[in-house]
Structure formats: C-alpha cells, structure tokens
C-alpha cells in the first residue's frame, strides 16, 4: 500500500518555527516532482513549495517565499519543509503529495496551529 504520512505539525507563537516531515511508503518517490500543499479553515488548497528530483527546481508560494525551506532526501523517501517565521495566516493543515497531485496519495496531513 501506497502512502504518504506527515507528521511534525503542533501550535506555535507567531515568528516560531516548525519542521514538517512526510514519509514515503509503498513505492519510491524518488523521480517524482514533490510538493507541499495547505488548506486553510473555509479555503481551498493551495501548494507553498515544489521540488524536483534533482533538487535544484525548488518553486515557492509568494505567502512563504523567503521563510519556508523544502528539501527530500530520496534515500529515506522523505520530503520536508523547514518554516520559519511563522504568522498565524499559515494556520492550516499541511500535505504532501506528487505534481501533479495524485488523488489516492492524499493522507491525513499535519495541523499547523500559529496562534499567541
């Protein structure tokens, strides 16, 4: 079985920082482009950052660009997304899927929670 879980997400203080992990099982990812998406209480899904398989075609959302960081490690089929100086409009909750999206890859997702 094909999955994709996210873990590391949690309630943090606005300029905080969080690290999101998404795990790889079933198959390799190892080719595929790689994205984060969010979704937001009332608002539809919006990807915040992309990477290729040779790491080097890394895309961000205009919303994150110089606060959040992805990376994979295709040894361990991991993505990750570093973020930084959070603001409670990244509250949401954060997948990991393909580019484009395969719909039997979504998982539960992390909830990120930036509030004071």
């Known amino acids: 079985q094909v999955q994709l879980v996210e873990s590391g997400g949690g309630l943090v203080q606005p300029g905080g920082s969080l690290r999101l992990s998404c795990a790889a099982s079933g198959r390799s990812f190892s080719t595929y482009i790689m994205g984060w998406y969010r979704q937001a209480p009332g608002k539809g899904r919006e990807r915040v950052a992309s990477i290729d398989w040779t790491k080097r075609d890394i895309v961000y959302a205009d919303s994150v660009k110089g606060r959040f960081t992805i990376s994979r490690d295709s040894a361990r089929n991991m993505l990750l997304l570093q973020m930084n100086t959070l603001r409670p409009g990244d509250t949401a909750i954060y997948c990991c899927?393909?580019?484009?999206?395969?719909?039997?890859?979504w998982g539960q997702g992390t909830q990120v929670t930036v509030s004071s």
């Open positions: 899927n393909t580019i484009p999206a395969g719909s039997k890859y």
